[in-house]
C-alpha cells in the first residue's frame, strides 16, 4: 500500500492532467474505505525521510487538507471526522508527525501545518492539551537540533495564532513558558535560523499574549526584548523584530506610549534610512500602520462626539510628532525603484507611496504643505525616478488635507501636469494616468471646466493607446469621469427636470466609448488588468449617460450583442483560452448589463427575446468553466426581468431551468445568492402570473436554504424571496405556508441565539432577520389579501405568530440594524390592522416603547 | 504587507472587486424594489412629495373608520348608550390604526372627557373598556396629550376599574395608567395621591394571568421609580414586599421590573435600604446576580450596588451574602454595561471598612478592576477608578500596595489626558495617595519612578496648565511633594540613534508572576 500511496502522491504533482485527475480519484477512494488507514499513511509517508521531500510535503499537505479543508475554521464536521477515526490511529498520526519535525527540506514545515491543523480541531475539545508545553520542551532542550526547534517553533506559532481566534484561553496557561523559552532562544540560540524563527513566532504569539502585554512589567519585559532584538546583527532577525513593533502598535496602540520615544520612533527611523530594503519597507509599514490606527480612532472620536459622547480612546498624534523626520525619508524612498520594477512587487517605491496616503489622510495640511514644494522641485527632473516620486507624492497627498487648499493647487497644477503625459518613461506615464484619475474621483468640475476638458481628453486618448499599465489607469479616470459628470449635473438639475438630459461630456462620449471598444480589442488588453477595466469603464460611460446620448447606447448595446453571439460560439481548446473567454464574457455581459438598465420600454422589448436566447446559449455552454460566467449571465437576466417587469413572462419557462440549477449550486455562494435574487424577482415582477412556477422555485428554495454546505450569505436571501413569492401570489401562498413556518421558526431561533460582539456575525444576524421580518411581512399581508382583514388563514396562524412576536421582542434587545427597526415596525402595523386589539396582550409595553425609541432614533429618513 | 499592495495606486480595483460592486447594485435596487411592495398594501407608497398633511389625515380618517368625526361626536353624546358606545368604537378604532394618529382632533372635538365619564358607567363594562382604550392611546400620545385625560379627571376613575370584574377591562386600565404615571414625577405622585398603590398591589397578590401580572409589575415599579423627586417613600414603601415575593415568578419580564422596582426603592437613605434588606431581598438577588440573562444581572447589580452604599452593617450583609465571587463573572462580561455596573457595586463596597476592601481583593477582584480601568469604555474606566481610589483612601498601606503591584499606577496616569476634571481629580487624588504610600523610611520612594515610567510626570506637568483650579493646585501639590528635585526639560522627539547599546523598559519588582528568566 505504502508504495501504491507514493505512486499516486506522485502522480498527483504530474504534469499531465489525466494521470493528476486519476491519482485524486485514488486518494479520495482510498479516504472514503478507510479514513483512519488513509491519514496514518500519509503520515507515515510524511515521516519518511527516504522519500523525495516533494511526496513527503504531498502527503502533508493531503494529510492537513483531511483534516480541515481548505477553510479558516475548523468546522463540526470536520471535528467529527477526526473524532471518527480509532483512538490508535489518531496517536499513531499524530507521533508521527511530531516525529517528522526537523526532518524536512525547505524552510516552511509541513508538518507543522499539520500539528497545528490537529490541535486546532483537538485542544477545543480539552484534548492533546500538552502539545504546546511539549513542543516547548522540544525547541528549548539542549539536544534538540537547528531544523527541530525551527519546526517545533514554527508549529507553535500556528497553533497560538489560530487558537487565538477561536479561544486563547484554552492555552493561556502556557504563555509564560512561551514568551521564556521564545526569548531565551532569541537572546542565547547560536543559529541566526532559530532565532528568526523564534521572532517569527512570538510574532504569531502576540495577540495570544495579550494577558502578559496588558500587564505593564511583562510588557516592559517584552518590549526591551523585541527592540534589542532589532539591534542583533542578522539582517533577517532585525527585519522579523521590526514586524513585531508593527504588529504591536496595530494591536496594542494604547499601550505603547512609554515605548516610542526611546524605542519605535528611533528603531524604525533608522530602519528606513538603512540600506537593507527589507528593513526599509517594515520601517515604513509601521509608520502605515500607525497612522491606519489613528485615522480610525479620530474617525470613532468624531463619530462619539457627534453623539454627545466622550471618546474613549482618543489618538496620541505619533504621526503629527513623526513627520518632521519621517517625510522626507519618504518622499526619498519614493525614488528607490528600478527600470524594469514588477508590477506585482511590492518595493520600498509603493510602501511609501502607500504610507504618504495614510500620513497624508491622517495629519492632513502639514502633509500637503511639506510635500508640495519636492513635488514642483522634481517635476522636470532628469532622472525619471525623482519624475515619478514627484508624481506619485502629488497624487497621494490629496485625499487628507483642506480640500479647498488642494482644490486650489489642482487646478493650477492641472494643465502643466499634461503637459508631462508624454514622458519617455512608461512608469512615469503610469503614475500620472493614474494621477489623472485621482483628481477625476476627487474633483470631477475641474476637470470638467471647458478650458481643460479638451486637453484632459486628448491626454486620455494617448494613454489608452500606450502601455497596458498606462491605460489601465485611463479606464479608471475614466469612470470616475463618467460618474463625476453625471453628478455635477444631477446637482445642478432644473426644479422640473427629473432625468439627466445633457452633461459636460455629452459631446465626447460619441468618441470615448468607441476608444474603449478599441482597447477591449488590443492584443495585449490581457497584462495589468486592462481588461476588465476597460469593459467597466464601459459599463460606467453606458450607467452614467445623459438622455441625448441615448443612441449612443443602443450602438453599444449591438455591439456587445454581436460580440456575445461570436464568442458564446467560439470553441477553446486550452485551460488559457478557456480564462480568456471567461474573462471577456464577464466583461460583455457587465456592460449589457448596465445598458439594459438604460433602455426605454419599447426597445428593450424589441431585444428581450435575443437576449433571453444569448443569455440560454451562455449558460449552457460548458466552455465556460467559471461560476463567475455564470453568475454574470444571472445578474443580465435579473436586469431584464426587472426592466420587462410582467412582460417578461413568456421567458419564464425557458430560463427557469437554469435558475434552479444555479440554487442548487450552494457550495458556489456568489452564484447561488444571485440565483436566489432573480427568482425572488421573477416572482415579484410576474406577480399573479408566476403561480405554475412557484412550486419548482419553492422546492429549490427551501433545499437550498436546509442544505447543510450553504454559503451562509444565501439564507437571508432565500427567507427574502419567500416575501417575493407570498406577495405575487397573495392568499395562494397557503399551500406553502406549513414547511414555510417550520424553517422560519428555526432560522427565527439561529437570528436570535448567539450573542457575539464579532462584527461579521451582527452583521450576518441583521442580515437574517431583515430576510426573516421580509418573509414574515410577505405572508401576513399575502394572506390577508388586497384589503388587509383578517381572514380565516390569517386566525389559523395564531401560534406561529405568537412565535413571531416573541423572536421580534428578543431581537429587540439585540444590536437591531436600521433596516430591522424599519421592518419591525411595518410588521407591528401590519399585524395590528388586521388583528386589531388581539394581539395587544401579546406585546410587551416595554417592547414597543424601546422600538418606538429604536425608530426614533435611527438617522435614517424612512425608518422614522 | 502583501495586502498593501492593493492600496498602491489603482491594484485594489481589479475585476473581483467590480463584480462585488455589481452585485452590490443588484441588491440595492431589488431592496428599494421590494420595500414597494411591501408599502403597497400599507396605503403609502414612499413618494419624494410630501402631501400637505391635512390632506394626509383627512384620508386617514376617511379610509379606516366607518364614522367621520361630526357623526363621531354626535353619536357619543347621544343618550342613547348603545350609540354611545357604537361611537366609542369609532373613536377607538380612528384612534389606533395607521400612523399620525389624529389624538388632538379628538380632544379639540372635546371627547375626552366624555370618554371619561363613560369609564364611571359600571353598568355596561363593555363601554368602559372600549373608553379606557380610547384613552389609553390618548394619554400614550406627547405630554400635553397626556395632560388632556388628567384634566378631565380620568384617575380616579380609572383606579376604580381596577376592581373591575372584567380581565381586559382591568387590564386596559392598567395600560392608560402605566401611560399617565409614567409621564413624569408630576402624574406619578398624583397617581399614588389617588391611592393607586393599593389596588395594584392587591391586583397582583392574586395571581393574575400572565399579560395582567407584567403590565401590573411594569406600572408598579414606575410609580416607584425617578430622582427628581424620588416618590416619597411612605408613599410607595409597601410595594417592597410585593416586589421581592415576585422576584420568584417564572416570567422573566416580570422579575425584570421587579427588580428594577426594587432598586428604585432603595436607591438613597438608610431606612430605604434596610426596609428592602428586613424583607429578605439579598438572597433572592444574589441568585439572580448569577443568572445568565443579561437583562436580569443588570438590575441585580444595581439593587445590591445600592444596598451597599449604606452603613457598615448593611454592606456587611451583602459581603457575607456571597454576591462577591459572582462579581469576578460579571468583571469578565462580554457586555460593557455589566462591566461597569459591576465596578460602580464594588466601588461601594471599597469605600466600605478594611476587611471589607480585604474581602474585594480576597476574592482576586482586583486584577478584573485594573483591567476594567485599563481597557473598559470610559464610563467603565471612571467606575473602576473610583473603586480602586476608594482603597487609597481607606485601605491599609499593604492593601494600597497590593493594587499598586496589580498594576494600577499605569491605566490610572492613562485617563490624566481624558477631558473630564472630575475623573482627572480622582485619579490624582488616588496617584497622589500611592506615592504618600510609598514612601519609604530612607527617603526614597519607588512609586516616583515607577510614576515616570507610567509617562504619568510628564502628564501631571502638563495638568499644571488646565483650567480647573482645583486640578492645577492638585498637580503643583504632588510635583512639589514627590518631585521637587527633578526638573527635566522636555527635548521632543529625540533624533533616531540606531547605534544605540539596548532598550531597557523595565519597570523595577512587586509584580507577581511573570516570567522566569
Known amino acids: 500500500m505504502s508504495a501504491e500511496l507514493a505512486r499516486a502522491l506522485r502522480a498527483s504533482l504530474s504534469a499531465d492532467a489525466k494521470a493528476r485527475h486519476d491519482a485524486s480519484e485514488w486518494l479520495e477512494q482510498y479516504k472514503q474505505s478507510n479514513r483512519g488507514g488513509f491519514m496514518r499513511a500519509l503520515a507515515l509517508e510524511l515521516q519518511n525521510v527516504e522519500r523525495n521531500q516533494q511526496i513527503r510535503q504531498q502527503a502533508g499537505l493531503q494529510l492537513k487538507n483531511s483534516l480541515t479543508g481548505q477553510h479558516d475554521n475548523v468546522r463540526d464536521e470536520d471535528i467529527q471526522n477526526w473524532m471518527m477515526i480509532s483512538h490508535e490511529d489518531r496517536e499513531a498520526i499524530k507521533q508521527a508527525i511530531v516525529g517528522t519535525l526537523g526532518t524536512e527540506q525547505g524552510t516552511t514545515s509541513t508538518a507543522a501545518q499539520v500539528i497545528a491543523a490537529i490541535a486546532l480541531i483537538e485542544i477545543p475539545q480539552n484534548s492533546w492539551m500538552d502539545v504546546v508545553p511539549n513542543l516547548l520542551n522540544m525547541v528549548g532542550a539542549a539536544a534538540a537540533s537547528e531544523a527541530q526547534k525551527v519546526a517545533g517553533l514554527q508549529a507553535v506559532g500556528y497553533i497560538t495564532d489560530d487558537i487565538t481566534k477561536i479561544n486563547p484561553d484554552l492555552l493561556t496557561a502556557h504563555a509564560n513558558t512561551l514568551l521564556t523559552t521564545i526569548m531565551r532562544l532569541i537572546s542565547e540560540d547560536p543559529s541566526a535560523h532559530v532565532k528568526k524563527a523564534a521572532v517569527a513566532t512570538l510574532n504569531n504569539s502576540l495577540e495570544f499574549c495579550e494577558q502578559n502585554f496588558q500587564n505593564e512589567v511583562e510588557r516592559n519585559t517584552i518590549m526591551s526584548f523585541i527592540c534589542n532584538a532589532t539591534l542583533q546583527p542578522e539582517a533577517d532577525v532585525k527585519v522579523a523584530a521590526i514586524q513585531c513593533l508593527v504588529r504591536i502598535v496595530d494591536l496594542y496602540y494604547e499601550q505603547v506610549h512609554a515605548y516610542m520615544r526611546e524605542g519605535l520612533y528611533p528603531i524604525t527611523i533608522a530602519a528606513i534610512q538603512s540600506d537593507n530594503m527589507d528593513a526599509v519597507k517594515q520601517g515604513i509599514e509601521f509608520w502605515t500602520t500607525v497612522a491606519d490606527v489613528e485615522i480610525e480612532l479620530q474617525d470613532a472620536a468624531d463619530e462619539a462626539r457627534d453623539r454627545g459622547e466622550t471618546p474613549e480612546h482618543t489618538s496620541k498624534h505619533y504621526c503629527q510628532g513623526a513627520l518632521e523626520q519621517l517625510l522626507p525619508n519618504l518622499l526619498k524612498s519614493l525614488a528607490v525603484q528600478d527600470e524594469d520594477d514588477d508590477e506585482d512587487e511590492f518595493t520600498v517605491s509603493k510602501a511609501a507611496a502607500v504610507c504618504l496616503a495614510s500620513l497624508s489622510e491622517c495629519c492632513g495640511d502639514p502633509v500637503f504643505n511639506a510635500c508640495v514644494p519636492f513635488v514642483e522641485q522634481n517635476l522636470a527632473n532628469s532622472d525619471w525616478r525623482f519624475r515619478d516620486a514627484s508624481v506619485l507624492a502629488f497624487g497621494n497627498i490629496l485625499r487628507g488635507p483642506t480640500q479647498e487648499t488642494v482644490k486650489a493647487v489642482t487646478n493650477q497644477a492641472l494643465l502643466p501636469l499634461l503637459g508631462f503625459a508624454q514622458d519617455p518613461s512608461t512608469i512615469v506615464q503610469d503614475s500620472l494616468a493614474w494621477m489623472l484619475g485621482v483628481i477625476c474621483d476627487l474633483f470631477p468640475d475641474i476637470v470638467l471646466q471647458p478650458a481643460v476638458l479638451p486637453s484632459v481628453l486628448g491626454a486620455m486618448s494617448q494613454g489608452l493607446q500606450s502601455e497596458p499599465r498606462v491605460a489601465v489607469n485611463v479606464c479608471h479616470a475614466l469612470c470616475f469621469l463618467v460618474e463625476g459628470a453625471y453628478m455635477v449635473a444631477l446637482d445642478n438639475l432644473g426644479q422640473h427636470e427629473e432625468e439627466v438630459n445633457t452633461n459636460a461630456l455629452s459631446s465626447s462620449l460619441g468618441q470615448i466609448l468607441p476608444a474603449l471598444f478599441t482597447t477591449i480589442d488590443r492584443d495585449d488588453v490581457m497584462e495589468s488588468n486592462l481588461r476588465s477595466a476597460a469593459y467597466e469603464a464601459l459599463a460606467a460611460g453606458l450607467q452614467f449617460s445623459p438622455s441625448d446620448c441615448y443612441n449612443l447606447v443602443i450602438q453599444a448595446i449591438e455591439s456587445v450583442l454581436s460580440r456575445l453571439q461570436s464568442t458564446v460560439t467560439m470553441s477553446v481548446s486550452s485551460q488559457d483560452d478557456m480564462r480568456q473567454f471567461a474573462e471577456v464574457m464577464s466583461g460583455l455581459l457587465s456592460v449589457l448589463q448596465t445598458g439594459i438598465r438604460r433602455l426605454g420600454q419599447q426597445d428593450l422589448q424589441m431585444v428581450a427575446g435575443s437576449i433571453v436566447e444569448l443569455l440560454v446559449q451562455v449558460l449552457s455552454s460548458r466552455q465556460y468553466d467559471s461560476s463567475s460566467v455564470v453568475e454574470d449571465a444571472l445578474v443580465t437576466l435579473d436586469a431584464l426581468v426587472e426592466g420587462c417587469q410582467a412582460n417578461f413572462e413568456p421567458f419564464v419557462e425557458r430560463v427557469k431551468p437554469f435558475v434552479l440549477e444555479a440554487i442548487r449550486q450552494v457550495q458556489h455562494g456568489d452564484t447561488c445568492f444571485v440565483a436566489v435574487g432573480l427568482a425572488g424577482d421573477i416572482c415579484r415582477q410576474l406577480g399573479e402570473k408566476c403561480l405554475p412556477h412557484c412550486p419548482d422555485f419553492m422546492n429549490e428554495l427551501l433545499q437550498a436554504l436546509m442544505a447543510s454546505e450553504v454559503d451562509r450569505k444565501v439564507k437571508p436571501a432565500v427567507l427574502s424571496a419567500f416575501n417575493d413569492v407570498a406577495l405575487a401570489i397573495g392568499p395562494n401562498f397557503g399551500q406553502f405556508l406549513g414547511v414555510v413556518f417550520n424553517v422560519l421558526a428555526q432560522a427565527s431561533q439561529a437570528a436570535v441565539d448567539p450573542e457575539d460582539d464579532d462584527e461579521d456575525t451582527i452583521e450576518f444576524l441583521n442580515e437574517l432577520r431583515t430576510g426573516l421580518l421580509e418573509a414574515y411581512t410577505g405572508i401576513v399581508q399575502a394572506m390577508a389579501g388586497e384589503s388587509m382583514q383578517l381572514t380565516p388563514a390569517l386566525s389559523e396562524m395564531g401560534p406561529q405568530l405568537q412565535g413571531l412576536l416573541n423572536f421580534m421582542m428578543q431581537i429587540a434587545e439585540r444590536e437591531m440594524s436600521d433596516e430591522v427597526v424599519r421592518l419591525s415596525c411595518g410588521m407591528i402595523g401590519d399585524l395590528s390592522q388586521v388583528f386589531g386589539k388581539a394581539i395587544g396582550p401579546y406585546l410587551a409595553p416595554q417592547y414597543l416603547q424601546v422600538l418606538n425609541g429604536r425608530a426614533i432614533a435611527s438617522a435614517d429618513e424612512a425608518t422614522r | ?517
Not at chain 2, 169 to 179: D, H, L, R, Y
Not at chain 2, 200 to 223: E, F, H
Not at chain 2, 296 to 323: E, F, K
Not at chain 2, 446 to 470: K, R, T, Y
Request: hydrophobic share 40%; glycine share 6%; with cysteine.
Open chain 2, 1 to 517: 504587507m502583501t495586502d498593501r499592495l492593493r492600496d498602491f495606486k489603482f491594484k485594489g480595483r481589479d475585476s473581483d472587486a467590480a463584480r462585488n460592486r455589481r452585485r452590490e447594485n443588484v441588491v440595492e435596487l431589488r431592496r428599494t424594489s421590494k420595500n414597494e411592495q411591501m408599502m403597497k398594501r400599507r396605503n403609502f407608497v414612499a413618494t419624494d412629495d410630501v402631501k400637505p398633511l391635512g390632506e394626509s389625515s383627512q384620508n386617514i380618517l376617511e379610509e379606516n373608520t366607518h364614522m367621520d368625526l361630526p357623526q363621531m361626536i354626535v353619536a357619543m353624546q347621544s343618550p342613547d348608550i348603545a350609540t354611545n358606545l357604537a361611537g366609542t368604537v369609532a373613536c377607538r378604532k380612528l384612534l389606533s390604526k395607521g400612523h399620525n394618529l389624529p389624538i388632538d382632533n379628538v380632544i379639540e372635538a372635546g371627547l375626552v372627557p366624555r370618554l371619561v365619564q363613560f369609564l364611571a358607567r359600571d353598568d355596561n363594562s363593555k363601554l368602559q373598556y372600549e373608553a379606557a382604550w380610547a384613552l389609553t392611546n390618548i394619554a400614550s400620545g406627547t405630554s400635553e396629550q397626556t395632560t388632556a385625560v388628567v384634566e378631565a379627571n380620568a384617575l380616579p376613575y380609572l383606579i376604580k376599574l381596577l376592581s373591575s370584574n372584567d380581565e381586559d377591562t382591568v387590564e386596559q386600565a392598567i395600560w392608560c395608567i402605566g401611560n399617565i404615571a409614567g409621564d413624569g414625577p408630576h402624574y406619578r405622585d398624583m397617581s399614588l395621591t389617588a391611592g393607586l398603590l393599593q389596588p395594584l398591589i392587591y391586583l397582583l397578590s392574586n395571581s393574575p394571568k400572565l399579560s395582567l401580572q407584567r403590565n401590573a409589575t411594569w406600572v408598579l415599579a414606575n410609580l416607584c421609580r425617578g430622582k427628581n423627586p424620588q416618590p416619597s417613600f411612605e408613599a410607595v414603601q409597601n410595594a417592597i414586599p410585593t416586589f421581592v415575593s415576585l422576584l420568584a415568578s417564572d416570567d422573566q419580564d416580570t422579575v425584570v421590573d421587579a427588580v428594577w422596582g426594587l432598586s428604585y426603592l432603595c436607591d438613597g437613605e438608610y431606612r430605604r435600604i434596610q426596609a428592602v434588606i428586613d424583607a429578605g431581598a439579598i438572597a433572592p438577588l444574589v441568585t439572580l446576580l448569577a443568572s445568565p440573562v443579561s437583562q436580569l444581572q443588570l438590575p441585580a447589580i444595581r439593587c445590591l450596588g445600592n444596598l451597599v452604599t449604606g452603613d457598615d452593617m448593611q454592606t456587611q450583609q451583602v459581603v457575607d451574602s456571597g454576591a462577591l465571587p459572582i462579581f469576578a463573572r460579571l468583571l469578565a462580561s462580554h457586555k460593557e454595561n455589566i462591566r461597569k455596573e459591576s465596578c460602580w457595586a464594588l466601588s461601594n463596597i471599597t469605600a466600605g471598612t478594611q476587611p471589607q476592601i480585604q474581602a474585594v481583593i480576597d476574592h482576586n477582584l482586583i486584577p478584573l478592576i485594573v483591567k476594567a480601568l485599563a481597557d473598559g469604555d470610559f464610563r467603565t474606566q471612571k467606575e473602576a477608578a473610583w473603586a480602586l481610589a476608594n482603597i487609597t483612601t481607606s485601605g491599609t498601606i499593604h492593601q494600597i500596595s497590593y493594587i499598586v503591584g496589580q498594576g494600577c499606577i499605569k491605566p490610572l496616569v492613562d485617563l490624566l489626558d481624558r477631558d473630564d476634571s472630575k475623573i482627572i481629580l480622582v485619579c490624582m487624588d488616588a496617584i497622589g495617595r500611592i506615592l504618600e504610600a510609598g514612601k519609604q523610611p530612607d527617603g526614597s520612594n519607588p512609586v516616583c519612578e515607577w510614576l515616570e515610567e507610567a509617562g504619568g510626570v510628564s502628564l501631571i506637568e502638563q495638568l499644571q496648565d488646565h483650567e480647573n483650579e482645583e486640578i492645577y493646585n492638585k498637580a503643583l501639590e504632588i510635583l512639589e511633594t514627590h518631585f521637587a528635585e527633578e526638573d527635566e526639560e522636555d527635548t521632543g522627539m529625540l533624533v533616531p540613534d540606531a547605534s544605540g547599546t539596548s532598550f531597557n523598559f523595565a519597570t523595577p519588582v512587586l509584580a507577581q508572576g511573570g516570567f522566569d528568566f
